[in-house]
T-cell receptor, first 116, second 112 residues
């Protein structure tokens, strides 16, 4: 596809369950970002990959959150032992590269997680 | 205090009105400033991009940056119902945007 694709679009989990959210970036995009967007708030940075390397994970709220991008393309955000405060939309974004003019972020439609 | 402050609104205007949206920030290292538009249940999409201080115009949209006041604005002229969305300001210190931070977003409704 032409854009960033995220799945599932909607996920309902019981408290304590593990969830995995998938992001397919635009083909050839080097940089990949995960953001968390709570209801009525702006996106909050979680983590950043350059190819397969996770260069910044300072935004991950706890050690229950884990992200990977093993082959430098598809990325998975995993949340273990989900809590109600994890309920949010998880947005993935990718950008072409690192040079000037290549840094525009293209966002997916998000995965909406509801923890009951 | 958050790095980026944005009044969440909501803001409701009649069709044809001029809309003014604003953000303030505290990190003086920010030098790349963006406005994103986010429709309901969609991801944000880039609307305007400005480097450092100054104005940038694109059709009905004008972005202004005042780094001395740490204040940025987005103006929408001749607003249309299709402009109804949440507008997010965002800014970064580096051009590759790996440190980009967003405001909370202002929800705008343009009534026909």
């Amino acid at each position: 596809g032409a854009g960033v694709s995220q799945s599932p679009r909607y996920k309902v989990a019981k408290r304590g369950q593990d969830v995995a959210l998938r992001c397919d970036p635009i083909s050839g995009h080097v940089s990949l970002f995960w953001y968390q967007q709570a209801l009525g708030q702006g996106p909050e940075f979680l983590t950043y990959f350059q190819n397969e390397a996770q260069l910044d994970k300072s935004g991950l709220p706890s050690d229950r959150f884990f992200a990977e991008r093993p082959e430098g393309s598809v990325s998975t955000l995993k949340i273990q032992r989900t809590q109600q405060e994890d309920s949010a939309v998880y947005l993935c974004a990718s950008s072409l590269g690192l040079g000037r003019g290549e840094a525009e972020l293209f966002f997916g439609e998000g995965s909406r997680l509801t923890v009951l | 205090q958050k790095e980026v402050e944005q009044d969440p609104g909501p803001l409701s205007v009649p069709e044809g009105a001029i809309v003014s949206l604003n953000c303030t920030y505290s990190n003086s290292a920010f030098q790349y400033f963006m406005w994103y538009r986010q429709y309901s249940r969609k991801g944000p999409e880039l609307l305007m991009y400005t480097y450092s201080s100054g104005n940038k115009e694109d059709g009905r949209f004008t972005a202004q940056v005042d780094k001395s006041s740490k204040y940025i604005s987005l103006f929408i002229r001749d607003s249309q119902p299709s402009d109804s969305a949440t507008y997010l300001c965002a800014m970064s210190a580096t051009y590759n945007n790996n440190d980009m931070r967003f405001g909370a977003g202002t929800r705008l409704t343009v009534k026909p």
